[in-house]
């Protein structure tokens, strides 16, 4: 078996770490600046298992696509671009052992959400449940609502990207809700389902082959281009709110300038386009998400501070 940190990478997709560790940052810092309270234990505790979380999510998709037969689909297509691990159709490591770290990472998960709730309280866990059904009947029968269509995946990857994880850290921060951290995960939420979204348009051909609906292979490439402007927007929009509702000092404003990727390459596709055009598209996104919610938390510190 192969072995190394080049593969671990690979087989985790780590790369996309960051789309959770922003926004458990993100609900720390808002609770920094709103109530002056930020306890170091429980804040790395929570990103540690919202870490494992998020890799136990990237393997289970793998495993599942797997064994549905998307993965086979998109090396067949000589018009996609496949975006798996590559580590199961590639024969790096069995079925069995791929499984059985995957639910090692939800087990490390689970603990850290369990000793998180014995001492932050008990409804930690229920968005960790949450969290974890999203994670795994994304591509796990009986639902595999990621097949589904019809933005099913989109609204499950805003909740346990946005919603969840900020509102969780908050929550593990002060031991209460409040609707500014709602607020507050609404940028970055959508953001980070454009990294999902964009994604579907490096392999639509393959996805419809192997029965999986996204949203793009539902609309086709030119209506889901307008749709991907349309939620680049919103999310635009949402941080004009969160200022207008002091989620956000006015200074956080700064944050729109991670946006920028994601326009210039916007302007930068047609209507359609190769195949190869689409992975600077989904890193634009993850670039937008992550620069978006950095510049976020550095002024949500700034405020804390100064307050």
């Known amino acids: 078996m192969e072995k190394g ?9 780590s790369f996309a770490l960051p789309v959770i560790i922003v926004p458990v940052i993100l609900g720390t810092a808002g609770a920094f600046a709103w109530e002056g309270t930020f306890h170091f234990f429980w804040f790395l505790i929570t990103l540690i298992g919202a870490a494992a979380a998020h890799l136990f999510s990237n393997m289970i998709n793998d495993l599942w696509d797997y064994r549905n037969g998307a993965d086979d689909q998109a090396e067949k297509g000589e018009s996609d671009i496949a975006t798996n691990s590559r580590i199961l159709p590639g024969g790096a490591m069995s079925e069995k ?7 090692g990472l939800f ?15 008990w409804p930690v866990l229920g968005i960790a449940a949450l969290g974890a059904l999203i994670a795994y009947f994304y591509v796990a029968p009986p639902l595999k609502f990621g097949y589904r269509g019809k933005g099913y995946s989109e609204f499950g990857i805003f909740t346990a990207f946005g919603i969840l994880p900020v509102m969780g850290s908050y929550f593990v921060q002060t031991g209460t809700f409040d609707v500014q951290a709602f607020l507050l995960s609404f940028p970055v939420g959508i953001l980070t389902t454009l990294v999902l979204y964009n994604h579907h ?4 051909r393959a996805d419809e082959a192997a029965g999986k ?24 929009v949402f941080v004009l709110v969160c200022i207008a509702f002091q989620a956000l000092p006015w200074y956080g404003v700064i944050s729109l300038l991670g946006f920028v990727p994601l326009i210039r390459m916007h302007r930068s596709l047609g ?18 998400s992550t620069r978006c919610g950095g ?13």
Not at 107 to 121: P, S, T
Not at 201 to 204: E, I, S, V
Request: proline letters at 4%; aromatic letters at 12%; a positive charge.
């Open 107 to 121: 087990a490390a998960a689970a603990v850290c959400g369990v000793i998180i709730a014995a001492g932050r309280g």
């Open 271 to 288: 209507e359609t386009n190769p195949a190869e055009a689409y992975p600077p598209f989904m890193g634009a996104a993850l670039k937008a």
């Open 201 to 204: 348009f490096l392999h639509p």
């Open 213 to 236: 609906r996204t949203v793009v292979v539902v609309l086709g490439e030119k209506k889901g281009l307008t749709l991907s402007k349309w939620l680049t927007a919103a999310a635009f």
């Open 5 to 13: 940190v080049q593969f671990w990478r690979k087989a985790t997709r």
């Open 97 to 103: 052992a791929f499984a059985a770290i995957t639910w």
């Open 295 to 307: 510049l976020q938390i550095i002024a949500l510190i700034i405020h804390g501070f100064i307050t």
